[in-house]
């Protein structure tokens, strides 16, 4: 028999179709083995296909949803995120405080008033930089950190200059306490810190180089980040934020409400001001109030530099906390004003927390009722130790003027157990029982308006129409409340006696009010002459206004000619008439235009009182004018050109005018050729921009029961 023996082979799958990933099936197809998978003719790995397909797909993916979240962050910024150009500022721009960073500009954002503030430390100046920018402006006064001065002390040093600590650790944290010094006192506290090594301070001056470059990036990104932030804080009792200027050229600048009576700070050292407890007890609970809508915030805002320099006063005198939340601040060492830290702080032991704002909320009641900057007149150096020395706690004494129920608040606040202070809950919802009478500075009043109808009701007619406007006197003798009225445009004359301290040291109390009973009859009768509104007078000062009591085109044009015939009138007046020989009065004057607020306050002795930077300049105007002259400023120069051209004025120059910068100032009734044409080409170049002052004259009337 035949025997047949058949031998089977699998199929070669890789040989017939040289594919590695082929094998055959049961049925002797070639088909892709189970770790692949069949794309078109060809069998794929699971592992290839995620590493070439998926994996591409899965990036973008992820480069598409970071394109649309930032595409919706980007619309959310337009909320907030302000262009240079549409911010319009005077020129030159006009200014109204000083921030950590630099200055505070006034400008004007799609027709609404706002202040513009730096928030971080400035780059050194570019090369391309116009001297006149608002960046330039913003940043050409010395701010109250040395820090910055310091910074670029150490980028410009040469090498082997000693100025820094023996390491870069130590350099950062001089640079960090550098903020409570004066640049005598920095360099000081730097020598001492001084290496032996020259190659190690040469390190660290590199380190820090660098680390000023890095910084100012870091920080710009994070105020972005906390502007998202705070865009979104809206409450009546703190400051406003419009927006910021973020651009990748520009520094960041943030935009703000402006508040016509500036700071807290600024009225308490107002001599001319009378606070009494009508008007300061809704700012101190507009205060706690604010605060405390911070630290219930999520994520929660400490403020961290609470004083009254940061509480800013609206044209209804309400308040609102202003600089909070800024964390750059913080991050370069400059968080927080010495006197008004808590030891806490000061002795190095804990960041910046709720408990340490009630601290500083207790050095502002000092503040308020003492009207004096705390410690004054006291070692600085002495005080700061005093303060940290736990068996010391130094404390400002409460001011006697101060209600018990205040010192009482303020002793607790001050503990130097932060747990056992008071919460600004506790202190927002005390102050909400207290009344007028247990915030009254010095006696208690019951009825504050009551008070003032009952001062008033015993003068004639006659005399109350020459201490108070027409309308005012009406409310006060029919018994009404008199509401704050905003008047867009006056102008406030200041006068002064040119040595005065001398002459009241040579003679007799009797003599001194003599002769000024004898100058200020002819001030008086001038006033009458002029239509100007006698203010008042303060010791040998004589404050008048135009365009207060009733609308005068002409405002500007009266106090000039005022001013002319008051120097004159001075000079007619001898200053003692039974001594000739001592000569005749010499007096300076100076002038402003601007808008003010004008109140009856006090309840003792009432006291009609216009409020407002108009009034702080047209003082300043004054102080800096000379015996015999008339010093007025450009915005009141330039209304002068236009209601009086045939008044010679001379262009003066800019002088640096305290708390304001420099200013362009105008001699009036003096003519000089050489520097009039320089004035004329300024006023009338300018004269179109006083949209203000020339268009709108009309009165505004607040009514403050509803606030």
């Known amino acids: 028999s035949l025997s047949v023996s058949i031998k089977v082979n699998p199929k070669d799958c890789v040989v017939v179709t040289g594919d590695l990933l ?23 790995s699971y592992s290839v296909l995620i590493r070439y397909v998926l994996i591409p797909f899965l990036i973008v993916g992820l480069v598409a949803t970071y394109l649309y979240v930032e595409k919706k962050r980007r619309q959310a ?3 907030w995120e302000v262009k240079t150009a549409e911010l319009n500022f005077d020129d030159p721009p006009e200014i109204i405080g000083r921030g950590t960073f630099g200055l505070v500009l006034l400008a004007e954002y799609r027709g609404t008033q706002v202040a513009v503030k730096r928030v971080i430390p400035p780059r050194r100046k570019r090369k391309n930089e116009r001297t006149g920018s608002v960046e330039s402006i913003l940043s050409s006064i010395q701010t109250s950190n040395d820090f910055f001065e310091f910074k670029n ?11 820094l600590g023996d390491t870069a650790d130590e350099s950062i944290s001089l640079i960090n306490g550098a903020h409570a ?10 020598q001492n810190n001084l290496s032996s090594k020259e190659t190690t301070k040469r390190r660290s001056v590199w380190n820090i180089q660098a680390l000023f470059k890095n910084r100012h990036s870091e920080l710009k990104a994070d105020f972005v980040n906390e502007m998202r932030h705070l865009s979104k804080l809206r409450h009546p009792c703190i400051i406003t934020v419009m927006g910021a200027v973020i651009s990748r050229w520009e520094e960041p600048l943030l935009v703000m409400e402006y508040m016509d009576h500036g700071s807290l700070y600024d009225l308490l050292h107002n001599e001319t001001m009378i606070i009494e407890g009508d008007l300061l007890l809704p700012i101190l609970r507009d205060i706690t109030h604010g605060v405390r809508f911070l630290h219930a915030a999520n994520p929660q805002v400490i403020h961290g530099d609470l004083k009254t320099q940061n509480i800013l006063v609206d044209i209804r005198f309400r308040a609102k906390v202003a600089d909070f939340g800024l964390s750059q601040k913080k991050q370069i060492g400059a968080s927080g004003t010495p006197l008004w830290m808590a030891p806490e702080l000061l002795r190095g032991e804990s960041q910046n927390a709720a408990t340490s704002d009630v601290y500083s909320f207790g050095i502002i009641l000092y503040e308020v009722y003492s009207r004096k900057t705390p410690f004054e007149g006291e070692d600085y150096e002495e005080v700061i130790r005093l303060i940290c020395d736990r068996t010391v706690n130094k404390r400002p004494k409460a001011p006697s003027s101060m209600p018990p129920e205040v010192a009482s608040m303020m002793s607790e606040c001050l503990l130097a157990d932060s747990s056992a202070r008071p919460t600004f809950e506790e202190l927002d919802n005390r102050l909400k029982r207290f009344n007028v009478a247990n915030v009254e500075p010095g006696k ?3 009825s504050m308006q009551s008070k003032k109808a009952r001062n008033v009701s015993g003068l004639n007619a006659d005399l109350l129409l020459e201490v108070f406007p027409k309308k005012v006197a009406e409310a006060l003798s029919n018994g009404r409340k008199v509401e704050p009225e905003h008047r867009e445009c006056v102008t406030i004359f200041f006068s002064d006696i040119v040595g005065f301290t001398t002459i009241a040291g040579s003679m007799s109390p009797l003599k001194v009010s003599d002769m000024l009973d004898r100058l200020y009859l002819k001030f008086d009768a001038l006033s009458h002459d002029h239509d100007v509104f006698k203010m008042e007078t303060i010791g040998d000062a004589w404050m008048g206004v135009t365009n207060i009591c009733k609308d005068q085109s002409d405002h500007t044009k009266r106090i000039a000619e005022f001013a002319i015939n008051a120097i004159k009138a001075a000079e007619e007046t001898l200053i003692n008439e039974d001594d000739p020989a001592k000569g005749f009065v010499q007096v300076r004057i100076g002038f402003h235009s601007g808008p003010v607020l004008s109140n009856v306050v006090g309840s003792r002795n009432p006291k009609f009182s216009v409020f407002g930077d108009t009034v702080n300049t047209s003082s300043r105007m004054e102080s800096n004018s000379l015996p015999g002259q008339i010093l007025c400023s450009e915005r009141a120069a330039k209304l002068l050109m236009k209601q009086a051209p045939k008044i010679p004025m001379t262009y003066r120059g800019k002088i640096n005018v305290k708390g304001k910068g420099e200013m362009k100032t105008y001699w009036v009734n003096k003519y000089d050729e050489a520097k009039s044409k320089v004035r004329e080409t300024d006023v009338f170049s300018s004269i179109t921009s006083e949209k203000t002052c020339l268009t709108r004259n009309t009165a505004t009337r607040y009514d403050t029961r509803a606030a």
């Open 181 to 190: 010094h004066t640049s005598l006192e920095l360099m000081d506290s730097i």
């Open 444 to 446: 208690t009043i019951s």
């Open 22 to 44: 082929r094998q055959p099936d049961s049925d002797g197809n070639c088909v892709c083995i189970s770790e692949a998978v069949e794309v078109g003719n060809n069998c794929v």
């Open 77 to 79: 910024d337009s909320v």
């Open 153 to 163: 002390d150490i980028e410009n040093a040469p090498n082997g200059v000693p100025l």
